[in-house]
Structures are given as C-alpha cells and as structure tokens.
C-alpha cells in the first residue's frame, strides 16, 4: 500500500507569497496517477491538479504542480485571500490513498 | 453541469446497516468510474471505494472490505453505498465523486452517518 505523506502540517504566509506544498510517497508512483485537492471549510473538496501537473478546469494558473518518482509539489506562486485552505495530494488508480493534508493560514 | 446528491446517512447503532445513495446528473453517468470517499470530523479525506463505469469492478479500502458494498444503477444514473456492521470509526461525513481523468473531478457535498450507541 503507498502512503502519501504531506509536509509541511502547516504553513503561515502572508497573502501574495509563495507557498510550496510537498508530497511523498512510500514508493515510486507514476505521475500520471497524482493528483492535489483544495479543501475549505464546510465544503467539499475541488480538483486542483492531475497527472502531477495538469491543472484542472477554471483552476488559475498561480497554482502548479511538479514532481515525479516519490516527490510531488504543489506550488502556489503569489497567495490570494481565497487561496487558504487544506491541501490534499492523491495517489488513484484501482485503489486510492490520500496525504495527510497541509493547511495553509493566514500570518 | 455535473451534479452529485448524497442521501441516506443518518445516526446508526454500531452494527447496524445504511445504505448511501448518490443521485448524479449532467454527464453520461455509465461511462464514468464513481468513488466514495469519507471524512471523519476534523480529520483528512480517506477512500473507501470505487466502481467501474459498467458496475462489473469493484475495490476497496481494506478498513471496509467485507462490511461495505458499492454498486450501481446505470439506469437510474445512481450510485450506492451498502454499509454493514458499522463501527464508531465508521462516523464521517461520506463524499461521492466522479472519476474524471483517473482523478476525482466532481464532488457532492455529502452525507453525514454518525456510528454511536
């Protein structure tokens, strides 16, 4: 079973920095199979990214994912007010498993 | 646009069963993977289970292999959760989302099933 594991638990920036999310896995994983959710309170979660780096649909382009092997990231290039939320990573396939979260808050 | 609607949580005894419906629209619901995902309050997302488009596979996390069915109505464009034997670890709000590009592209906002004596 892989298990995906986030760091930081937490990260506290200033709206307009840069946020940089990480993502590893117990084990090597296709790219194709990686994904990041945003997560608000009280609402569902959204698709951010797929394939390691696809940006999913009506999502801005300040959001980016990179990564391969074990080591993923999501990158957030200049944080908006909206932008602070928990982040998920994901590994799917026949089976899924999720990371742990990061959240990211307000300074 | 792809619509999801949770129904059928509720507050269950531990042993007891529900069953989680998930009524979708806006997509061609037979060509599509569907998932169950689930929260537990305060805590981060977890899997639970997929189904193919055509209801034939099925997987699932091994925290409720043998006590949780998932399967489908391709003709009513439903999707179900048959849980049994449920535990207190089972409480979590359950989420249904659509396979989309292997990822999970749309959600619903889910039903809460709350596992307590």
């Known amino acids: 079973e892989i298990v995906l594991t986030q760091s930081p638990g937490t990260l506290s920036l200033s709206p307009g920095e840069r946020a940089t999310l990480s993502c590893r896995a117990s084990?090597?994983?296709?790219?194709?199979?990686l994904a990041w959710y945003q997560q608000k309170p009280g609402q569902a979660p959204r698709r951010l990214i797929y394939?390691?780096?696809s940006r999913a649909t009506g999502i801005p382009d300040r959001f980016s994912g990179s990564g391969s092997g074990t080591d993923f990231t999501l990158t957030i290039s200049r944080l908006e007010p909206e932008d602070f939320a928990v982040y998920y990573c994901q590994h799917y396939g026949s089976s899924s498993t999720f990371g742990q979260g990061t959240k990211v808050e307000i300074k | 646009e792809v619509q999801l609607v949770e129904s059928g949580g509720g507050l269950e005894q531990p042993g007891g069963s529900l069953r989680l419906s998930c009524a979708a629209s806006g997509f061609p619901f037979s060509s599509y993977a569907m998932n169950w995902v689930r929260q537990a309050p305060g805590k981060g997302l977890e899997w639970v289970s997929t189904?193919?488009?055509?209801?034939?596979?099925?997987y699932y996390a091994d925290s409720v292999k043998g006590r949780f069915t998932i399967s489908r109505d391709n003709s009513k464009d439903t999707l179900y959760l048959q849980m049994n034997s449920l535990r207190a670890g089972d409480t979590a709000l359950y989420y249904c989302?659509?396979?989309?590009?292997?990822?999970?592209?749309?959600w619903g906002q889910g039903t809460l099933v709350t596992v307590s004596s």
């Open positions: 394939g390691a780096s």
């Open positions: 189904v193919s488009g055509s209801g034939v596979n099925t």
């Open positions: 989302a659509k396979g989309g590009s292997g990822s999970y592209d749309s």
């Open positions: 084990q090597s994983v296709s790219s194709i199979y």
